[in-house]
C-alpha cells in the first residue's frame, strides 16, 4: 500500500499572517519527516492542510493512493490521523466507549475484543472502564495513540504529542509510536533531540517557507542542531 | 446512516447521563425560570393559570439555547469535534446524526418538564397529553435543526455565548409561532393540523438546508 | 384619523427626516471608510516602495 | 480602470438623486392626501419603497452566498455582504416609519401587526448576518461562516412573513383602522408609488456598488498590508 501526499506551491493565509507561503514538498511512503520552526511558522496549519481540514489560499495538494490521485475527501482521510497535544476523545466516556465511538465513526468494525487488544498494544487494558478524565495526562495520551491507530493509517500526523507529559510518560508514548506503527508520520515538535532520532526526513520551517528538506543520513545531530539555531530564534530551542 | 444517528445519540446520552450537563442547564435553569414568571404574573395581576403554554415555550426557548451552547461545548473540550471533522464520513449524514442527538436531550427534558408545568398551571393533562406530542417534537426538532448549524457558526466566532442566542433566536421565530400555537390548541383539545403541516414543512427546509450547508462548517 | 392635521404634518416629517438621517448615516460611514482606506493605501504603497528602493541597490 | 467605472457611478448617482428628487415631489405635493389618513398617508410612499429593494437585498445575499460557496471567491462574499448592509439600513428605515406612521393612523406607537413583527425579524436576523463577521479574524473563515448564515437567514425570511401572517388569522387585530376606506387609488397616488420604489432600487444599486468596492479596497489593503509585514519579517 503507498500513499503519497504532493503539496505544490501552497499558500495559507490567516487574517493578515502569511503562515505558510510557497511550500512545495512530498510526502513519501513511509517518510518520518519532524518539522521545527518558530511559534506560529505554519506547522500545525501544515498538518490541518495535509488532514483536509482547510484548504489552502492557493496552491494545491494531491493525494496518491497505489499510484492513483484520489479525489474523495473521506477515502483519503480513511488514510491518515492526527494525534495532537489534546487527545480528541470524551471525558465523560471510558476509553473503551471512546474507542468503541470512534471506530463506529471512522467506519472501521471493532467487536469487544479488538478494542480490548488495541488497548492492550498501549498497555492500557486495565484502565479501559476508567472514566477518560480519571486518566493521568500519560494514560489518556497512549489511549489517544489507540484512537489514532484505529483505522491503521498510512500517515500519522503528530501535532506535539509529547507536550505536556512528563518524561517517564514521553519516553512511553515514544516506545509505542516506534515499536506499534509502521508507517510515516509527519511529526511537529520542540524537542530537537527526539525529532531528530524519530525521522528520517527533516524538514525545518522559517517565516512560513519551507526552508531546509533534508534527509537525515545527510547530516548529524550536531550539524542538525546548528542549522536549526541558524534558522530558528532562541525562545523555540529553549 | 440510521448507525451514525444510533451511535452518536448513544455516545451523547451516556455523556449526558454522567455529566447532566443538559439536565443542569437546561431543566433546573427552567425550574427557576418558572419562578420567575410566576412572580412576574402575578404582580402584574394577569392570571397566571392561563399562561402554561406561554411558559412552557419560554422555558424551551431559553434552556434550550443553553443546552445546545452547552453540548457543543462539551464537543470542543479535548478537541473531540476536530475528531469529528476528520472523519471520513458524508457531512449531511454527520448533521442530521447531530441534530438527533441533540433533538433526543431538549425533547426528553421539555417531556421532564411537562408534568412540572401541568403541576404548578393546575392544569389536566391527562386527556390532552397525546395531543400536545406532535407539535412539542416537531417544534423542538426545528428549533434545534436550526441551532445544529448556528451553535458551530457561532462557536468560531470570538464571543459565542453571546452571538449564539443572538443570531440563533430570530431564525426560530418562524419554528415557535407555530409550535406555540399546536400546543395551545393541544391544551384546549384540539389538534391544529395547519401549524403541524407548517412545522413538517419548516423541518424538512431545516433539515435540507442543515444537510447541504454542514459541510462548509466541518473545516478550519 | 382624528388628529389635527397640523400634528399630522409633524409625524410626516418626522418619518421623512428619519429616512434622510438613516441614509445621511450609510453615507457618512461609507465615506469616512472610503477616506481611511485610500488614506491607508497611499502610506502602504509607500513604504513598499521605499523598501523596493531599498532593496534595488 | 478607475476611469471607466467612474462613469457609470456618476450617471447612476445622478439618475438616484433625480428619481428621488422627483418622487419627493410627487409623494409630498402632486398625490393628494388620503381621506382618511390624511397628510400621514404620504409616509407610506417611502415606507414601501424601502421594503422593496431591502427584500432584493436579502435575496441578493442568497444568491451570492451561494455563489460564494460554490466558486470560494472572496468577491461574492464581498457583494453578499454589501447587499446585506444596504439590505439592514433599508430595513431599519422601514422599521422607523413605521411606528410612525403607526401612531396618529393606529393610536399606538407600535402594533403587533405582522408587517411590524415579521419586519422586525428580518431585522433582528441580518444585524446577526453584519455583525458576525466583525468577530470572526481568519478571512477565509469569515467568508464561509457568513455564507452559510447568510443561506439560511435569507431562506428564513419567506417563512418569517408566512408564519407571522398566518398567527395573524388565529387572532384577530385589535382595533386597527383597515385599509379597506382608504389605500391607494388614485392614479397619482400610483405613479408616487411606482416613483419611490424606483427611486430606492436605484439607491440600493448605488450604495451596494459603493459597499462592495469599499469591501474590494479593504481586501486589497490587507493583502498589501501582509505583503508588507511578511517582506519586513524577512528583511
Known amino acids: 500500500m503507498s500513499f503519497e501526499v504532493h503539496l505544490d506551491k501552497i499558500d495559507k493565509v490567516y487574517g493578515e499572517t502569511w503562515a505558510l507561503k510557497g511550500v512545495s514538498a512530498t510526502i513519501q511512503t513511509g517518510d518520518r519527516i519532524t518539522i521545527v520552526g518558530h511559534n506560529g511558522a505554519g506547522k500545525s496549519t501544515l498538518l490541518g492542510l495535509t488532514a483536509t481540514l482547510t484548504n489552502p489560499t492557493r496552491g494545491t495538494i494531491c493525494y496518491e493512493i497505489d499510484g492513483t490521485v484520489a479525489k474523495d475527501r473521506g477515502q483519503i482521510r480513511r488514510h491518515m490521523s492526527m494525534l495532537s497535544h489534546s487527545p480528541m476523545l470524551y471525558a465523560d466516556l471510558t476509553a473503551r466507549e471512546n474507542l468503541k465511538f470512534f471506530a463506529g465513526l471512522y467506519g472501521v468494525s471493532t467487536d469487544h475484543h479488538g478494542i480490548d487488544s488495541r488497548l492492550e498494544k498501549v498497555g492500557m487494558k486495565a484502565a479501559g472502564d476508567t472514566l477518560f478524565r480519571a486518566c493521568s ?45 509502521r508507517h510515516g508520520w509527519l511529526l511537529v515538535t520542540h524537542d530537537l533531540g527526539q525529532g531528530y532520532e524519530m525521522a528520517n526526513r527533516l524538514w525545518i520551517f522559517k517565516h512560513g517557507r519551507l526552508a531546509h528538506n533534508l534527509k537525515k543520513s545527510e547530516l548529524d545531530f550536531k550539524e542538525y542542531v546548528s542549522l536549526c539555531e541558524a534558522n530558528l530564534p532562541e525562545e523555540v530551542l529553549r | 446512516m440510521p448507525n451514525l444517528i444510533l451511535l452518536m445519540l448513544s455516545k451523547d446520552l451516556r455523556r449526558e447521563l454522567r455529566s447532566k450537563e443538559v439536565f443542569l442547564s437546561s431543566f433546573l435553569f427552567s425550574l427557576i425560570l418558572l419562578c420567575i414568571f410566576y412572580y412576574a404574573a402575578t404582580s402584574s395581576s394577569v392570571a397566571f393559570e392561563k399562561l402554561p403554554n406561554t411558559a412552557l415555550w419560554i422555558c424551551i426557548a431559553f434552556s434550550g439555547t443553553i443546552g445546545l451552547h452547552r453540548t457543543h461545548q462539551a464537543e470542543l473540550q479535548n478537541a473531540c469535534y476536530k475528531a469529528l471533522m476528520m472523519a471520513p464520513r458524508d457531512p449531511g449524514l454527520l448533521f442530521l446524526a447531530k441534530f438527533a442527538a441533540n433533538a433526543t436531550l ?5 417531556l421532564l418538564l411537562l408534568p412540572l408545568i401541568a403541576l404548578f398551571f393546575n392544569l389536566d393533562l391527562g386527556s390532552n397529553l397525546l395531543k400536545m406530542i406532535p407539535g412539542l417534537v416537531l417544534g423542538i426538532a426545528g428549533f434545534v435543526a436550526i441551532g445544529t448549524l448556528t451553535v458551530v457558526i457561532s462557536a468560531n466566532t470570538r464571543i459565542s455565548d453571546i452571538l449564539f442566542p443572538i443570531i440563533h433566536l430570530p431564525l426560530v421565530v418562524p419554528v415557535l409561532i407555530a409550535g406555540v400555537n399546536c400546543t395551545q390548541k393541544a391544551m384546549l383539545g384540539e389538534i391544529s393540523w395547519t401549524g403541524i403541516q407548517i412545522l413538517c414543512v419548516l423541518n424538512l427546509v431545516f433539515l435540507s438546508l442543515g444537510f447541504m450547508t454542514y459541510a462548509y462548517l466541518l473545516e478550519e | 384619523m382624528n388628529q389635527e392635521p397640523a400634528n399630522n404634518l409633524m409625524y410626516l416629517t418626522a418619518a421623512y427626516s428619519a429616512i434622510w438621517l438613516i441614509l445621511a448615516y450609510f453615507l457618512t460611514v461609507l465615506v469616512l471608510k472610503n477616506r481611511r482606506l485610500a488614506r491607508e493605501l497611499e502610506q502602504l504603497e509607500q513604504r513598499v516602495s521605499n523598501m523596493e528602493k531599498n532593496k534595488a541597490p | 480602470m478607475k476611469t471607466g467605472s467612474l462613469l457609470p457611478q456618476t450617471i447612476l448617482l445622478v439618475l438616484t438623486i433625480a428619481t428621488m428628487e422627483t418622487a419627493l415631489i410627487w409623494a409630498l405635493q402632486i398625490a393628494p392626501a388620503d381621506k382618511l389618513q390624511g397628510d400621514v398617508q404620504r409616509i407610506f410612499y417611502f415606507h414601501l419603497g424601502c421594503i422593496w429593494p431591502g427584500f432584493v437585498a436579502f435575496f441578493y445575499v442568497l444568491y451570492a452566498s451561494i455563489r460564494y460557496l460554490i466558486s470560494r471567491a472572496s468577491k461574492w462574499d464581498r457583494r453578499a455582504f454589501a447587499s446585506g448592509q444596504v439590505g439592514l439600513a433599508f430595513c431599519t428605515m422601514v422599521l422607523v416609519t413605521g411606528p410612525i406612521w403607526a401612531k396618529p393612523t393606529w393610536g399606538v406607537w407600535w402594533a403587533w401587526d405582522a408587517r411590524l413583527t415579521s419586519t422586525l425579524i428580518m431585522w433582528l ?54 385599509d379597506a376606506e382608504s389605500g391607494i387609488k388614485d392614479p397619482n397616488m400610483v405613479i408616487a408609488l411606482l416613483l419611490a420604489l424606483a427611486a430606492f432600487t436605484l439607491l440600493y444599486l448605488f450604495l451596494w456598488r459603493r459597499g462592495t468596492e469599499l469591501a474590494e479596497g479593504d481586501a486589497k489593503l490587507s493583502e498589501l498590508r501582509m505583503r508588507m509585514n511578511a517582506l519586513e519579517e524577512e528583511a
Not at chain 4, 470572526?136 to 447568510?150: F, P
Open chain 1, 137 to 181: 495526562r500519560g494514560m489518556q495520551q497512549r489511549i489517544s495513540f489507540a484512537r489514532a491507530m484505529l483505522g491503521d493509517p498510512d500517515l500519522l500526523l503528530l501535532d506535539e504529542p509529547f507536550s505536556g507529559l512528563d518524561k517517564k510518560g514521553t519516553e512511553r508514548l515514544k516506545n509505542i509510536l516506534m515499536t506499534e506503527y
Open chain 2, 106 to 110: 431538549l425533547t426528553i427534558m421539555s
Open chain 4, 125 to 178: 436576523i441580518f444585524l446577526g448576518y453584519v455583525m458576525m463577521r466583525d468577530y470572526i479574524d481568519d478571512q477565509k473563515m469569515r467568508e464561509r461562516l457568513s455564507a452559510v448564515l447568510g443561506i439560511i437567514g435569507a431562506s428564513m425570511v419567506p417563512f418569517v412573513y408566512f408564519s407571522t401572517r398566518w398567527f395573524e388569522v388565529q387572532h384577530p387585530k385589535p382595533v386597527v383602522m383597515g
